[in-house]
């Protein structure tokens, strides 16, 4: 198939150029009023304009420690571990992520924190609509070993390799450690999100098995990154655990290694609007699997409060 025929009606087409370009975002940031939800008017359009959020102190000290209880429970078994969701570091046994947190199966703690109201509610706010868990992970830097997340708009390979049509998603990464200036955290460019980089090179059969470790394909190249951080700057998504980031699909962000002996980990939520499913994926290979982009359990996210003395 001619794949740049294919991609005629896309709107934001990528890895099928052989230059890298910029692409005018058409999509709305925020969809929802202050009246719809908890977020103020101020936080809204600070959203709107950063195109991300950080809220300190959102999860108290005993939540903390119950989702860190959870997380050291699926970190510590060998079934775990071996399971086509978990993730190690490309050049030791470290689990460097674990997909699909959300689902029972692997996780009836972290499926209840999926539907906590706090969160649920905020993103569906900033997304005008139900939502549902488009992926969920828990992402770990261990000390010494914790390898970089290479600079990536999080939308461009949603769209390419999953199917995601519009912007219409918005993650909640939920400190579990004390995230340090100097631990990797997590880094977002300003206002990067109103622009679409259009990225180079042809996606293989079967990408997410290696660029779940390194991505080297779907990240944009160096001259418009120094566009980016030259006209917006890098902001550090840090603070004390307990502290949440919203941030809005196409926010170009990235982090470096860890090589500080404290480790890191944050727990993802991706809220995808339900108006916004997955379609067969732009860039003409077959979808990646459920644990990473879900097709099959797109049911809207039932909020309710959660009591995390139970765990």
């Not at 099928?16 to 359009?45: C, H, I, M, W």
């Amino acid at each position: 198939m001619n794949t740049e025929l294919a991609n005629s009606n896309d709107l934001y087409p990528s890895r099928v150029k052989p230059q890298p370009e910029f692409l005018d975002r058409t999509d709305p940031v925020v969809y929802g009023s202050p009246q719809a939800g908890p977020l103020t008017a101020g936080q809204l359009n600070q959203f709107e304009r950063d195109g991300f959020l950080i809220l300190p102190a959102f999860f108290s000290e005993q939540e903390i420690a119950a989702c860190n209880a959870e997380l050291a429970r699926l970190r510590d078994s060998d079934s775990t571990r071996k399971c086509p969701e978990a993730i190690v570091e490309p050049d030791c046994d470290e689990l460097r992520s674990l997909f699909a947190i959300h689902q029972p199966d692997i996780s009836p703690f972290f499926a209840e924190v999926a539907r906590d109201a706090r969160i649920a509610s905020m993103a569906m706010q900033i997304l005008g609509s139900e939502v549902y868990i488009h992926q969920s992970r828990v992402n770990l830097k261990p000390g010494f070993a914790g390898r970089e997340f290479y600079w990536h708009s999080d939308f461009e390979t949603w769209h390419v390799e999953d199917g995601m049509p519009r912007m219409r998603a918005v993650s909640c990464s939920l400190l579990l450690t004390d995230n340090y200036e100097f631990n990797a955290p997590l880094m977002l460019v300003p206002g990067s999100h109103q622009k679409y980089v259009s990225c180079v090179g042809e996606t293989p059969e079967d990408h997410y098995l290696t660029s779940l470790q390194k991505q080297e394909l779907g990240i944009p190249d160096q001259d418009s990154l120094h566009e980016l951080v030259n006209q917006h700057g890098i902001i550090q998504g840090e603070g004390p655990a307990g502290t949440l980031v919203l941030f809005d699909c196409n926010t170009m962000h990235g982090s470096n290694g860890n090589i500080t002996p404290f480790p890191r980990s944050n727990l993802f939520f991706v809220y995808n609007s339900i108006w916004n499913q997955l379609t067969e994926p732009f860039g003409q290979k077959a979808p990646r699997p459920e644990f990473i982009a879900s097709r099959l359990h797109c049911a809207p996210v039932s909020q309710r409060a959660v009591d995390y003395s139970l765990q």
